[in-house]
């Protein structure tokens, strides 16, 4: 789990830095920190974090607002749990916040890291929210590996028995601001 964790960290500080790059008007800079970033995903999750290459500047207006933001804070990791695949290999899945967040803890990422390769990668990314028609919360498709990703009528959820068996659930931090966060960080399953 430290491996696990180390890494899930490193990429969480690699797009803080880059979010903090895309302030500034080194234009290299930026570039590079976001290709750092993406070091951390497969190929189809590359520029799927609200940032891709610029190729030019955004007007003066962007940097004169941005330029007394606080800096960007790093996602809060709240649960990593791991699970054995079908196929005999691990997953984790990291409940995680916003990027940048304030002080308001819930569940809104869960990023899925496996070995790809033979490196640790970050494969599949979902979103927690509802779709406007109900005020039930799921886990959306956001990008990656679509063998965790299942279409219900019309709508791109996690596919919870694509994922294998849960080995063991690793609590870290409450998401204590919102209800139906704490819920699903208190079952024992998804």
């Known amino acids: 789990m430290t ?18 790059a ?20 497969i190929d189809s999750l590359i520029n799927r974090f609200g940032m891709i290459p610029m ?3 955004f007007d003066k207006d962007y940097y004169e607002r941005v330029k007394d933001y606080p800096a960007p804070t790093k996602r809060h990791v709240y649960r990593i ?3 054995k695949t079908n196929k005999n290999s691990t997953l984790h899945l990291c409940f995680v916040s916003e ?6 803890k819930e569940y809104h990422t869960l990023l899925i890291i496996q070995n790809h390769e033979n490196n ?19 886990w959306y498709f956001g990008g990656g ?23 063991k659930v690793n609590r870290f931090l409450e998401p204590s601001q919102d209800e139906d966060s704490m819920v699903m960080y208190n079952r024992d399953e998804l």
Request: glycine residues 2%.
């Open 3 to 20: 491996k696990i964790k180390e890494f899930l960290n490193a990429f969480i500080e690699a797009e803080r830095i880059a979010i903090a």
């Open 22 to 41: 895309r302030q500034t008007t080194e234009l290299d800079e930026y570039n590079s920190k976001l290709q750092l970033m993406n070091e951390f995903l």
């Open 55 to 57: 190729t030019k500047l």
């Open 81 to 83: 749990d791991e699970y």
């Open 99 to 104: 990027k940048t967040p304030d002080d308001w």
């Open 120 to 138: 640790l990668t970050i494969t599949s990314k979902f979103s927690y929210s509802d779709d406007e028609t109900d005020n039930t919360k799921r």
């Open 145 to 167: 590996e679509k063998e965790y990703m299942n279409i219900l009528k019309g709508k791109y959820l996690l596919n919870k028995n694509a994922l294998g068996e849960l080995v």
